[in-house]
């Protein structure tokens, strides 16, 4: 039986890793990104919109409708930030970061929930140790962060009858275009995108009445 994952954030870092992991367990991955096009598989459809456009959220269910698939399992990977200061903090940089971070999270899992696969469905989303710890010029993304796993927390209990699972995952820094202004020297500690895409393409594999809700890696070496 074919199976469906969708997995936003497809086209760098996390998200790029975790199509091919999926990919690489024969699974049919829809991935959703600003340039998704630019990747090419015969698993592989790609749905080209920016997702901190609320418009978006529309065509990404139209063409799920269209497919007349169910999907076995969600992946929101998209996310942006930086350091900034709370004083050099601006309303455009507020709005940008919560209308990616959280405002598309929490607006297409909703569109998305009606072709989730009942009993055994997984939505995963990419948080990170700034969700659950805060640090000093970070406020602005930790706090969008934050609103996520709070999303999260009662997204679980409102699919609880449905079965469908939601696993949150909060990692330390990898080592993605997040960091791309870091010299190669300063990640040598930072874990590695495949580290996170292979959990994930290892949560739909454990038997259909467990989850795990939140999984935190942090770096060896601790806080980077």
Not at 122 to 135: D, L
Not at 146 to 158: D, I, M, P, Q, T
Request: net charge neutral; with cysteine.
């Amino acid at each position: 039986m074919k199976k469906y994952v969708i997995i936003t954030g497809c086209s760098s870092g996390i998200g790029q890793a975790t199509v091919q992991a999926f990919i690489q367990k024969k699974w049919h991955v829809i991935g959703i990104a600003r340039h998704a096009s630019g990747y090419k598989h015969k698993l592989f459809t790609s749905i080209d919109v920016d997702l901190s456009h609320l418009e978006s959220v529309s065509e990404v269910t139209r063409v799920i409708a269209q497919k007349g698939v169910t999907i076995d399992m969600v992946i929101h990977c998209a996310g942006k930030g930086g350091a900034t200061p709370l004083s050099a903090i601006t309303f455009q940089q507020y709005s940008a970061v919560f209308d990616l971070n959280l405002r598309a999270v929490i607006f297409l899992t909703a569109a998305l929930i009606p072709f989730i696969k009942t009993e055994s469905g997984i939505i995963a989303i990419i948080s990170s140790i700034a969700g659950i710890r805060g640090f000093a010029d970070w406020s602005l993304y930790c706090a969008s962060k934050h609103a996520v796993e709070g999303f999260a927390s009662s997204l679980r209990y409102e699919l609880r009858s449905k079965k469908i699972r939601v696993t949150v995952i909060q990692p330390g820094s990898v080592d993605t275009a997040f960091y791309a202004a870091l010299a190669q020297s300063e990640k040598n500690d930072f874990m590695q995108p495949e580290t996170i895409a292979d959990l994930l393409a290892n949560l739909p594999d454990m038997e259909r009445h467990a989850t795990i809700e939140n999984v935190f890696l942090n770096n060896a070496v601790g806080d980077l």
